[in-house]
């Protein structure tokens, strides 16, 4: 930054002062970026969310202010007289000309070290293979037993166990107790997890505890503590502190959850989506009974027919149908053969009746035989004299013949 020459004016206001020392301050790279180590007193709240505090040690005092989006974020409660050390950024509040503190990160005194600390002994470890992916198990679905590593007179404990009787009540709970905080933490804490692996039917291991600063949390970043999550038999998920936490432990474990009750949330199954589940299979099973039941019957039905089929009894019964049928088949061509020979008699007759010479006669005609029975056709067939039968429809008569008219004899009219 070109920074104004003071010799360039006769006088500044104080503005104008002000505004110089914070563009000052604000090109200086070391007050851009830096760590303060104080107690914090003289702090306040107001409706705005932001806060303002002053940072003071023996002989000195900084006035400090944590914008309402940072202080949000903060992973622990700020309360006067905690010794902190606090991040940020020093700049002029111009209107009252006295500089102060910008914070965006805050942690316990002491925590500075103890961050180099954790990241030395993760970047061994993550060497070494511990946290590798690859090493990471799956967690069981539905797991019937469940160990727990944690204090018994922590706030964690309840939380978990709530969550678990609410979501899974068909899961077993066993409780491996442990100190989660304190020098004697570490060892009772590997002990806890080798009991659990020492039980052939647990299924998966919740190693939990919950919010505070990193020296609270540093049993969780005890090599002991995370080669005992590493090398653990039965799967190992870490609910830790709040979601903004992360302990070596957790990237050791093979599920990281950001707190105690989420971790108890994702070793089991909703009950809810379970009985949706289980009403879904319970249908499908009804359909599938069902379908198995229809198909058994049409099964037997064929069977039974064919069964039938091959039966004496059913052939007998087959053979009489054939039977009825021939019959009828005879019956109704014998019907058919008899009315068509009647008709055949019928025409005949009517043929017959034709050509009866009785039936011409009935018609006004005759029929003349001579002595001998012959019928006489001709005139030429008789003589005077002879005698002829003439015979009528209703009877007939004798008569001589007295005289011949017409004819003819040798080819002659008579």
């Known amino acids: 930054m070109q920074q104004p020459s003071l010799f360039s004016f006769r006088s500044l206001s104080v503005s104008q002062l002000s505004r110089y020392l914070r563009e000052l301050m604000d090109s200086d790279e070391i007050l851009r970026d830096l760590w303060v180590q104080g107690e914090i007193s003289n702090m306040s709240r107001p409706s705005s969310g932001h806060i303002y505090f002053t940072l003071k040690d023996a002989s000195s005092a900084l006035k400090c202010v944590v ?17 902190v050390e606090v991040h940020g950024a020093v700049s002029v509040y111009e209107r009252d000309g006295q500089y102060q ?4 990160a805050v942690r316990m005194s002491g925590e500075g070290a103890l961050y180099q600390e954790f990241m030395r002994l993760k970047a061994r470890l993550d060497a070494e293979g511990l946290f590798d992916p690859e090493r990471k198990r799956e967690i069981p679905e539905r797991p019937r037993r469940v160990g727990i590593v944690t204090s018994p007179t922590g706030a964690a404990l309840q939380d978990m166990l709530n969550i678990l009787r609410r979501r899974y009540l ?37 190693l ?11 049993a969780f970043n005890d090599e002991r ?55 879904a299979l319970s249908t499908r099973l009804t359909y599938a009974l069902q379908g198995g039941v229809s198909q058994a019957w049409t099964d ?15 052939m007998v019964r087959s053979d009489r149908q054939r039977l009825d049928e021939m019959s009828n088949r005879i019956e109704s061509a014998w019907h058919a053969e008899t009315r068509f020979r009647r008709s055949q008699t019928q025409s005949l007759q009517n043929r017959l009746a034709a050509l ?59």
């Open 67 to 83: 914008w309402k989006t940072t202080a949000m974020r903060l992973p622990l409660i700020l309360q006067s007289g905690m010794a």
């Open 101 to 104: 503190l910008y914070v965006d």
């Open 208 to 218: 939990a505890r919950g919010g505070g600063s990193l020296e609270d949390l540093w």
């Open 225 to 279: 503590v995370v080669r005992a999550v590493a090398d653990s038999r039965v799967p190992v998920i870490t609910g830790v502190g709040h979601e903004t936490d992360f302990t070596l432990c957790d990237f050791a474990a093979d599920l990281r959850a950001p707190t105690p009750t989420a971790a108890a949330e994702l070793c089991t199954p909703d009950q809810g989506e379970l009985r949706d589940e289980l009403a």
């Open 356 to 414: 009866n010479p009785f039936a011409v006669l009935k018609r006004g005609y005759a029929m003349v035989t001579d002595a001998s029975g012959g019928v006489v056709s001709s005139v030429n067939q008789v003589s005077e004299k002879e005698i002829l039968d003439i015979k009528f429809s209703d009877g007939g008569v004798k008569s001589q013949v007295t005289a011949i008219t017409g004819g003819t004899k040798d080819g002659e009219n008579r």
């Open 170 to 206: 068909l899961v077993e709970v066993l409780l491996s107790p442990a100190p989660v905080q304190g020098d004697e933490a570490p060892p009772a804490l590997v002990d806890a997890i080798r009991r659990l692996n020492e039980i052939h039917d647990v299924d998966v291991i919740l």
């Open 300 to 314: 037997l039905v064929d069977a039974r027919h064919k069964l039938e089929n091959l039966s004496p009894l059913w």
